[in-house]
């Protein structure tokens, strides 16, 4: 039997507490993976838990049924599992009201984007789901294709505005440097070229906030699943697990409605770009030097590799001596004490991360998370000995027998071949753009 809003709840779950059925959707969400689903939907969720109301999620997969095949049976409804040594809680998040597979029913997507009850257009696609050519521009006929997103939201776009709608809040909670300015370019390059007649609409009507997201959600397991049944007596095939931590800092930009997501834990401020640069720099570029040398020193999952002697003062370093004095702090941001959480968070017994998934898609999420910072000190005449240790790490994970799922992999594993990888892989004209150059 699986879950569904027909299921009795023990009283330890909590469970929401507002009708679902009396909720319009306010919210499209594009891309509704795990992250989604133990982030935003829940802070959704937490606040129409508050009194909010009308803002239900719309979820789309662009390409797989998978996840609609989870939620859709369950009426949108799933667990969340906060793990930590000291224990777990379970809740039941009720804010997504249905999934929606956009390869099978484009028009219900655009329909979605275009509903009168909907404000706000959030994405969770991943580094490569904007579709970006190395030198970071618009790949336009990628864009152009029938799996993207630009497309549905042009086309949501534009029927908004022949029906006399008011704009939207497109809200890109990806690892993005910028991902809020990275999302306003990038759909003005695709409306120019397929929807000139929407730009200056799009320009007047539309606001894309920064954010910066921060929760580490691990893969969830079948094992994961059979325990979430254990405490439920019913199979909760969409079931996700985290850590108790989360942090969501949002710019207060929206073209309309929003949820008030700052009374349940969300910070509402002018200027993002401190705490998202800390995050990429500190907390993903660690994460990714502990994928490829946690890896290659033979360990599965993030606990295990930072409690390695010969890994863990890598990462410190990596943090604190390279990252940090990088980073422009906003008033009151301790960047020592984010280090210190984040080496708790990353030993966490509870919460097994593979370091397989961190590794996925390198050469989208290593200039943001590595090289910026090997740039900054380089401008200096310094060196960075940790993240260069990293990228060496990259590269003997790029010539091992561990599977490469990059949209780049034949390119990669080519130049990993070459005896001049360094300039294959980080030289001008080289696979990865950024300002930084090797050391000769």
Excluded at 258 to 272: F, I, M, N, S
Excluded at 290 to 301: E, K, P, T
Excluded at 357 to 383: C, F, N, V, Y
Aim: hydrophobic share 45%.
């Amino acid at each position: 039997m699986r879950l569904s809003a027909q299921t009795p709840l023990p009283a330890s779950v909590q469970a929401p507490g507002y009708d679902r059925e009396r909720q319009a959707a306010g919210i499209v969400h594009i891309g509704i993976g795990a992250f989604h689903r133990a982030h935003q939907a829940a802070y959704t969720d937490d606040a129409m838990n508050a009194g909010d109301r009308d803002w239900g999620i719309i979820g789309v997969s662009l390409r797989s049924g998978d996840v609609a095949a989870q939620l859709n049976p369950q009426d949108g409804l799933y667990t969340v599992s906060m793990r930590s040594a000291a224990g777990s809680e379970l809740r039941v998040v009720g804010a997504v009201q249905h999934v929606l597979v956009a390869s099978k029913t484009p028009q219900a997507v655009v329909d979605a984007i275009a509903a009168p009850t909907t404000h706000i257009v959030s994405f969770t696609v991943t580094e490569k789901g904007y579709l970006r050519r190395p030198d970071g521009s618009l790949d336009l006929p990628e864009a152009a294709g029938s799996s993207s997103l630009y497309r549905f939201v042009a086309a949501g776009l534009a029927a908004r505005k022949a029906a006399g709608f008011p704009g939207l809040t497109l809200l890109s909670c990806d690892n993005l440097a910028g991902n809020g300015a990275v999302l306003r370019r990038l759909m003005r390059d695709y409306l120019a070229a397929y929807h000139p007649g929407l730009s200056a609409w799009f320009d007047s009507e539309c606001r894309c906030p920064a954010t910066m997201i921060d929760r580490i959600v691990p893969a969830t397991t079948e094992a994961d699943r059979a325990d979430v049944e254990a405490q439920l007596g019913v199979r909760d095939a969409g079931a996700v697990v985290t850590e108790a931590f989360s942090q969501w800092v949002i710019e207060d930009d929206f073209a309309g409605l929003r949820p008030r997501w700052e009374k349940v834990g969300a910070e509402l401020v002018a200027d993002v770009a401190p705490y998202e640069t800390a995050k990429l720099r500190m907390l993903n570029g660690a994460h990714s030097a502990l994928a490829y040398i946690g890896l290659g020193a033979g360990h599965a999952f993030v606990h295990q590799a930072i409690a390695d002697p010969a890994i863990r003062p890598l990462i410190d370093r990596l943090m604190r001596e390279e990252a940090a004095p990088t980073i422009d702090a906003a008033p009151g941001q301790d960047l020592a004490a984010y280090a210190d959480a984040l080496l708790d968070r990353f030993a966490n017994p509870a919460l097994h991360h593979r370091l397989i998934q961190i590794a996925m898609d390198g050469s989208q999420k290593i200039p943001q998370r590595w090289l910026e910072t090997l740039a900054w000190h380089q401008h200096r005449g310094q060196r960075c000995r940790s993240l260069e240790a990293a990228i060496a790490a990259w590269i003997a994970f790029l010539r091992s027998d561990h599977p490469i799922d990059d949209p780049l992999a034949d390119k990669l594993l080519e130049a990993a071949a070459s005896p001049d990888v360094m300039e294959r892989l980080f030289g001008d004209g080289g696979l990865i753009t950024s300002e930084w150059r090797p050391e000769t």
